[in-house]
């Protein structure tokens, strides 16, 4: 099914990986090379519900990375700005599953032309032109790929676009695995908020900053930093949805989860391009529940296009 894409803008900032995966308890055996990362998932699940969205990230020039660009292409993505880096090859994480069903990640990603992309030369001008969109949406593991002087940039960067009405939109998506420690990622989290519209985290994540923090709290804190929209996702539980005026308990209907891979990538996606085309923050819930619960019940992160709903 076809959809007409929606004339606001959002650029998806981040970084995809090569994903290799085998069967169940083999490390030698039998091999599936697919790809995946948060950001691309959003705006993947995005661009299926009519959001016109652009993926930012740099690749190699390898056969892998031209796979991958006419993948996403096909999936009605912008990859106008994404840099092609000669020589270089997209990182690469490899899962491992176990028979009691749990999975262990490795990464091969230092080298990762995307760890980069502000610091190409190419890229001389992408800060301006990502002034041009309407939305940008990053997430904490977007972050944790930049030093400190691309950060440093960018804070700047963010201070000017929403000075000029562009609307920031963060998932903070804390894997601390890619960070120095987890002071270091809270205030990163913490500065990228204040300069948000929309923050969408995951009841989940914050407690690994604090085991005992409640939804209560979780409210709190973000609201303290200035958002106006926050939207906290506690899986089969809901999400609390608030606005500057209310909060909101949106439930979720209950499914058997297969895997559980891309529910919030994906809710994120339906979210935004709800919020895109003019749905109220409890309405573009409702229609996000719907397709993370279906996303949940295939294998994958990118479930097939017809089992997907679709929302006008």
Same mark, same amino acid.
């Given at each position: 099914m076809m959809t007409t894409k929606h004339p606001l803008r959002c650029a998806s900032i981040g970084e995809c990986m090569l994903e290799l995966s085998s069967e169940q308890g083999s490390v030698f055996g039998a091999q599936t090379l697919r790809f995946g990362g948060d950001t691309l998932n959003t705006a993947i699940y995005m661009a299926r519900q009519g959001g016109n969205v652009d993926y930012i990230t740099a690749l190699g020039d390898d056969k892998w990375s031209d796979e991958m660009l006419a993948s996403w292409q096909s999936e009605q993505l912008g990859t106008q700005l994404i840099a092609q880096v000669p020589g270089r090859v997209p990182g690469l994480y490899a899962i491992q599953t176990f028979a009691d069903g749990e999975r262990e990640f490795s990464y091969w990603r230092k080298e990762s032309p995307a760890r980069e992309l502000f610091e190409l030369?190419?890229?001389?001008?992408?800060?301006?032109?990502?002034?041009? =969109? !309407?939305? #940008?949406?990053?997430?904490?593991?977007?972050?944790?790929?930049?030093?400190?002087?691309?950060?440093?940039?960018?804070?700047?960067?963010?201070?000017?676009?929403?000075?000029?009405?562009?609307?920031?939109?963060?998932?903070?998506?804390?894997?601390?695995?890619?960070?120095?420690?987890?002071?270091?990622?809270?205030?990163? =989290? !913490?500065? #990228?908020a204040s300069y948000c519209e929309i923050v969408l985290p995951t009841l989940d994540d914050e407690q690994l900053f604090d085991a005992s923090l409640t939804l209560e709290q979780c409210q709190s804190y973000y609201q303290r930093l200035g958002v106006k929209e926050l939207v906290i996702k506690m899986g089969p539980e809901g999400c609390l949805v608030c606005t500057e005026d209310k909060a909101v308990l949106v439930p979720t209907t209950p499914v058997e989860a297969v895997d559980t891979t891309a529910a919030g990538d994906s809710f994120n996606g339906t979210y935004l391009a709800a919020r895109m085309k003019g749905h109220c923050a409890q309405v573009a819930a409702q229609y996000a529940h719907q397709v993370a619960g279906a996303v949940v019940q295939y294998p994958g992160a990118i479930i097939d296009k017809a089992a997907q709903p679709i929302f006008k």
């Open positions: 030369k190419q890229n001389d001008d992408l800060l301006a032109q990502l002034m041009t =969109f !309407d939305y #940008i949406y990053l997430s904490g593991i977007t972050l944790s790929l930049y030093s400190q002087e691309v950060l440093e940039r960018l804070w700047l960067f963010f201070a000017e676009y929403k000075a000029q009405g562009g609307k920031l939109v963060f998932d903070s998506n804390y894997r601390p695995r890619n960070w120095p420690n987890a002071k270091i990622a809270r205030q990163c =989290f !913490d500065k #990228i």
